[in-house]
């Protein structure tokens, strides 16, 4: 069903083809921008992003789970700390000052509050929930 915003066209194609793998048995998650966070809400902003990124395995873990499979991964009997690690700014400190200024001039113009920036970049590490 296709909605009738333009606003939402951009979910509408993400998701067109997410019938077609969930048939085939594929896990989805669906990444969405900053930008796109934006326009869905209503605002005015650039264009943004929406990712469906597929997986053809899913397992579910328990805390316990986890642990075991990070120290299989470390091949060690006991995992060390888990995170994000080895992160490298992409952008200059102008360059993100500049994004930092807009993303505080969206938010006290209504947008939504919660900006995770850089869905896009790559980032070496891990993470782990407590």
């Not at 990712?51 to 642990?67: D, K, M, Q, S």
């Not at 360059?95 to 006290?108: D, M, P, S």
């Amino acid at each position: 069903m296709a909605l009738a915003s333009p606003v939402f066209a951009l979910l509408d194609d993400a998701c067109a083809p997410a019938a077609v793998d969930l048939a085939q048995g594929l896990h989805l998650v669906l990444l969405a921008d900053y930008e796109s966070g934006v326009r869905l809400a209503g605002l005015q902003g650039p264009p943004g992003t929406l990712r469906l990124l597929r997986f053809r395995h899913c397992e579910r873990l328990t805390r316990a789970g986890v642990e075991v499979w990070l120290a299989q991964q470390e091949g060690t009997t006991t995992p060390g700390p888990a995170g994000v690690i080895g992160l490298t700014p992409d952008d200059d400190e102008a360059t993100y000052t500049a994004a930092l200024a807009e993303v505080h001039a969206r938010i006290r113009a209504g947008a939504p509050a919660r900006v995770v920036r850089g869905a896009d970049r790559a980032a070496t590490g891990r993470a782990r929930g407590g």
